[in-house]
């Protein structure tokens, strides 16, 4: 018996094993048993509950513990297949190095139980355990443990296949063996017998691979579990809030002892609820302490395990690669060994657009690649003892160099652990080809993707000089031509993504080209005709370019859309970095002050003054420009054409989506800052101020009562906002104190626009009809009735979008940003005005558009310019309330803003707090502490974080759909271009080939010598300008032609063989008339122009938040136009040709 099982005995170790988990398994169930609390019987089962956590934790420990109980399990059975089967020396060293990994991984697996233990007894909360998990997590030895477990999966096959070769007769033969795979099933159900279950080797080899993952998976469950307890949390209080919250009531009790009694009710209600809010508080920091330690968890194993992920697939792809070679499925000898490893290298079409990325040879092609040089270049290539590959050093040292620089291994130093293409150099692996002729060099090359250096067509030529290996018997002796054929599809595929070297595929790979010839000759007739059309895809190439480059234009962009793509790429990279555990605290630290500046930028702008207000010039902040200048100039924003023309900014969509989701938000979030009673006070003071206006005040009563019948536009606009608030339409997610408060802020907005009008002189700051800036300079433009009727063909813009989202602008249905009832009767305000476009200056918009990022709505706004004034009387009149410090002014001038762009869009963010820089404001305020610093920074940047982060993010998802629509429909129309290009390119090539045909067959047609030396120069002539694109130039020597032969039939005469045969000429001329003549040809259809548009347009409907409500020029799908003017001539040609029909096809349509 060998040593392996002296004083051995598997079935004595098997029970030891069981023993153990059985005794450990208990303990955690009466653990379990004792921290569950009871449930009240009228609980929904499906309610997030303490249990619900509890059980997570408790799978968080076991699952450990029963993946060791089944590798101790394994290491019995292997040690028992070992002492009792025949094995070799090699396959011994194998399962000792296995199990030599199994004892470390349960040697770890102790020492991180008793350094962490996680259940000290039955006490232990449920939250210590957790605390232990992110300890134990964070163990540098739980590191090492997943580091073992996947190291046993690299072997697994190896184990496999000597358990498949031994376990059969074991399973037969030895009653030892099958008591040690005989072990205790899981106990499913307490009160059913407990059964036993009988497992192979290779159902406990796997268990490394399929727990690996579950390190991360126990943790994030538990997290799910924490996180629907927050929720339900959080809602239960919140019904107890609503339930704590009286209903209005409008009417004051006249009966003191009833009053009385109301207040000691409240103080009792008022205490139970500032009792259940500290509970609710302390709950909650409980449970985002815990998921702060769960959270610490993943971010530990999460990364680890897709590194190991990665590590185990190149091994996968290693070993099998390392089992084919050493197979007969590979070649009897090691030359064909290795031609058979070249060509499955070949199958591949690595960096093409038809390479399989499923197969797991091209997703870790590295690997794979490595294994095969190993392998069927040992003369060439190793592994050093780090497994790392080398490059065995030569007597030439030249060719050792050479090597090394062509596939980028440092010949000193730390190795690389991967062979990356895209490092290869092209140039120097044609140089060690042509020192050695060895066919691997080419191989390697063809698998470099596309770059500066190896363009397209130079990756075609390495698919040429390949398919001529495969011709000249360097590939190997059978199915050459297949080998070739593959190589010219992978040519063609290349072709199709890179059209500049689609004359070079046809001449390569064409059906005339000696490649294509022998291609074609060598598969059978049936398949002949197939595979000659399939090497004629490029026919048409030099055509198609002739008549037109393909190019796709850049998208052009603002300066806010290239701000957001930004600051969407660079959280992406701080997100990254943050959940690495080996980024630089330094790095993570510069990305985030980046996105911070990104996101101030993008909404600021560059920043503006007025300077002084008689004159022009202003001033532009130096910092912000160059800031904006060096984030336009972010590589990242290569693929774009940013442009800062005003109607660019203007028409922005994606800007006017973010101001209408910000105000939104910044209401949400910041109308409990305002206090009700100032503000229902500054309402009072404004009716107040108006009581000598009868007629005025008379207004406002029907306004705020929606009875107004009156002409004003504005009082209309006013009364339908504060009736779409009152009815929910819109803020309707707000209760209705909150609700209250808004209306108050839109009733002070108007009564202070109604003041300023009928007490024009009275309030201060009286500046509207003398400040340029709201006068000459205002550049604003109203859009009339007819102007709307007459740029929406008859149809009056009536839109249901909400802010500064303009009828026309595509917005996703549900969003917040448009309202699902009925659109109102009036146009909306950002669909009134325009800016003058008329060549005039206008300090506004030049002020307005030299911050890159905002849109124009109605100039300069003068509400807030009304509601400063009746704020700036309040002050001087010493009346208490919101007037009399900058801090209330400040919050109540940001909710009217916010509201008031949401509500209407009258005017944007710059527009909105521009008022507050004016000399005559801050000179009027100048007695208010901090007044002059309130600016569009601190009324929506400063403490509005919150709501900043949720509008960008909205909007960077906005924008990213918006670009897709427009990219989608920029593609569409590419589409129909090349369509139309390829159709022109079909009739020219069918010109082209009559007139080849003809030119050929000259001399055998009835025509005198002296005719022929006019015809053939002449024909050479116009086929070599169809070739080059040049049709109106190719139509010139047709002119000629006929006129020449013209005259020669009424000089000299022409015979009927030659009348008949220049008809031919005659009728070709016709056709190249009409090629020349035709329109500008519009896109096709575009179901039949490319149905991959189609597609795309599919899958950008099915992606969340589609964005289904377009504007009036999206999706113009152009209409078909054929060459139908001169199909019919080319058809009559065809008849008139003196020659079989079989060899004179040139339809137009094929």
């Not at 490059?391 to 030439?396: H, V």
């Not at 390495?462 to 011709?471: I, P």
């Not at 009767?825 to 800016?835: L, N, P, T």
């Amino acid at each position: 018996m060998p040593k392996t099982l002296i004083n051995y005995n598997p079935n004595q170790e098997k029970q030891r094993i069981q023993d153990a988990l059985e005794f450990k398994l208990s303990q955690v169930n009466e653990w379990a048993k004792t921290q569950t609390p009871e449930q009240p019987k009228n609980d929904r089962k499906d309610k997030p509950s303490i249990v619900g956590v509890l059980h997570a934790v408790k799978e968080a420990i076991v699952v450990p513990e029963r993946l060791n109980s089944d590798m101790q399990h394994l290491r019995n059975m292997l040690i028992t297949l070992s002492g009792h089967s025949p094995i070799t020396d090699n396959e011994e060293k194998i399962i000792d190095k296995y199990i030599a990994k199994i004892d470390k991984l349960i040697s770890l697996h102790a020492d991180l139980n008793a350094n962490h233990p996680l259940v000290s007894d039955n006490y232990t909360s449920p939250e210590e355990v957790i605390q232990g998990l992110n300890q134990k997590y964070n163990d540098p030895q739980f590191y090492e443990m997943m580091e073992t477990l996947a190291s046993l999966e690299f072997d697994r096959e190896k184990i496999n296949s000597i358990a498949r070769k031994y376990e059969n007769a074991l399973m037969r033969k030895n009653v030892g063996y099958n008591e040690a795979r005989t072990t205790l099933s899981p106990i499913l159900n307490p009160d059913q017998p407990r059964g036993t279950q009988t497992r192979d080797i290779a159902s406990f080899t796997s268990m490394p691979m399929q727990n690996l993952p579950r390190v991360s998976m126990v943790i994030k469950t538990i997290k799910e579990h924490l996180e629907k307890l927050k929720e339900q949390l959080e809602k239960e209080h919140l019904e107890k809030l609503k339930d704590a919250v009286p209903a209005p009531d409008n009417h004051v009790s006249e009966n003191t002892e009833s009053t009385e009694y109301s207040e000691g009710t409240e103080y009792s209600e008022s205490t139970e609820y500032s009792e259940d809010s500290e509970d609710f508080a302390e709950s909650k920091a409980d449970i985002d302490n815990l998921l702060v330690y769960t959270a610490g968890c993943l971010a530990r194993s999460g990364p680890k395990n897709a590194e190991l992920q990665l590590k185990i697939g190149e091994k996968t792809v290693a070993n099998q690669a390392e089992a084919l070679y050493a197979s007969k499925d590979s070649g009897a000898s090691a030359e064909n060994k290795k031609v058979f490893f070249l060509q499955e290298i070949l199958k591949l079409n690595m960096a093409t657009p038809i390479a399989n990325d499923t197969d797991s040879r091209v997703k870790d092609f590295p690997a794979y690649l490595e294994t095969v040089l190993v392998k069927c270049y040992p003369e060439i290539f190793a592994l050093n003892t780090k497994e790392e590959l080398i490059i065995k050093a030569g007597a030439n040292a030249r060719t050792y160099t050479n090597i090394s620089n062509a596939l980028g291994i440092p010949l000193h130093g730390r190795h690389k652990t991967k062979l990356e293409p895209a490092q290869f150099d092209a140039a120097i692996l044609d140089e060690l080809y042509n020192s050695d002729q060895n066919i691997l060099w080419l191989v390697l090359k063809s698998t470099k993707p596309i770059d500066v250096n190896f363009t397209a067509e130079k990756k075609v030529k390495a698919f040429t000089e390949l398919a001529q290996a495969y011709k000249n018997q360097k590939l190997g002796d059978t199915e050459k031509y297949l080998g070739a054929y593959h190589l010219a599809q992978a040519a063609f595929a290349v072709a199709q993504t890179n059209p500049e070297c689609q004359e070079l595929v046809h001449k390569s790979f064409g059906p005339k080209s000696e490649l294509g010839q022998w291609i074609i000759s060598k598969h059978s007739k049936q398949e002949q005709a197939k595979v000659r059309d399939e090497l004629s895809q490029c026919a048409l190439a030099q055509y198609v370019n002739a008549v037109e480059p393909l190019a796709l234009k850049k998208q052009v962009i603002s300066p806010s859309q290239a701000l957001l793509i930004l600051i969407d790429h660079y959280q992406h990279q701080c997100a990254k970095l943050a959940a690495s555990q080996s980024a630089e605290p330094e790095k993570l630290r510069a990305v985030t002050v980046k996105i911070a500046e990104l996101k101030r930028l993008y909404i600021l702008g560059v920043r503006i003054t007025e300077a002084d207000p008689k004159f022009r010039a202003f001033n532009v902040n130096p910092d912000d420009l160059k800031k904006m200048e060096q984030f336009l100039a972010d590589p990242c924003l290569s693929s774009y054409e940013i442009s800062k023309d005003k109607k660019i900014i203007n028409n922005d969509p994606t800007r006017r989506y973010f101001e209408t989701h910000l105000a939104h938000e910044t209401v949400t979030d910041q109308i409990d800052l305002m206090d009700s009673d100032l503000l229902q006070d500054h309402v009072s003071r404004l009716i107040k101020a108006l009581e000598s206006k009868e007629n005025d005040a008379r207004d406002c009563v029907d306004v705020f009562a929606n009875t107004y019948h009156g002409d004003s536009s504005a009082h209309k606009e006013y009364a339908n906002c504060l009736e779409r608030i009152r009815s929910r339409e819109i803020f309707g997610e707000l209760h209705e104190e909150q609700r209250e408060k808004v209306i108050l802020i839109v009733k002070s907005a108007f009564l202070g626009v109604v003041n300023a009008q009928a007490r024009r002189d009275e309030l201060p700051v009286n500046i509207y009809s003398k400040s340029l800036l709201y006068g000459a300079w205002r550049g604003k433009e109203l859009i009339t009735d007819d102007d709307n009727l007459n740029a929406n063909k008859g149809n009056a813009v009536q839109s249901a979008h909400m802010g500064l989202v303009k009828g026309s602008m595509p917005v996703p249905l549900g969003d917040i940003a448009t309202s699902s009832n009925a659109p109102p009767s009036s146009m909306k305000a950002s669909d009134q005005s325009r800016f003058k476009d008329d060549g005039e200056y206008y300090k506004w918009l030049e002020m307005n558009f030299a911050g890159f990022v905002h849109p124009f709505s109605n100039s300069i706004s003068g509400t807030v310019l009304c509601q400063l004034r009746n704020l700036a009387e309040q002050k001087n009149g010493y009346v208490s309330g919101i007037a009399n410090s900058a801090e209330q002014i400040e919050k109540f001038s940001r909710l009217l803003i916010a509201t008031m762009l949401y509500g209407t869009g009258g005017h944007s963010l710059n527009e909105y707090s521009f008022p507050f820089q004016l000399e005559e404001v801050r000179r009027e305020f100048a007695g208010v502490a901090g007044f002059e610093d309130i600016n569009l920074a601190t009324l929506f940047v400063d403490n509005n974080d919150e709501a900043v982060n949720r509008a960008i993010n909205d909007t960077i998802t906005y924008n990213t759909h918006f670009l897709r629509k427009q990219n989608l429909n920029q593609g569409i129309n590419l589409a129909g271009s090349r369509h139309d290009k390829v159709d022109s390119a079909k009739a020219i090539a069918a010109v082209v080939e009559k007139l080849e045909k003809y030119e050929g067959d000259i001399a055998k047609r009835s025509i005198s010598e002296p005719k022929v030396e006019i015809v053939k120069p002449a024909i050479e002539q116009i086929i070599r300008a169809l070739k080059e694109g040049r049709v109106d130039e190719a139509l010139k020597v047709s002119d000629k032609l006929m006129l020449r032969l013209k005259r020669e039939d009424e000089t000299t005469g022409l015979t009927r063989s030659e009348r008949k045969s220049f008809q031919t000429i005659k009728e070709i001329h016709e056709i190249i008339l009409d090629l020349d003549n035709k329109p500008v040809p519009q896109k096709q259809n575009l179901a039949a122009t490319n149905l991959c548009y189609k597609e795309q347009l599919q899958q950008l409907k099915t992606q969340d938040k589609p964005l289904e409500v377009a504007s009036k020029s999206d999706n113009k799908l152009s209409i078909l136009s054929s060459l139908s003017m001169f199909k019919a001539r080319v058809a009559l040609a065809n008849n008139n040709v003196e020659e079989p029909e079989e060899e004179n096809k040139w339809d137009l349509n094929s």
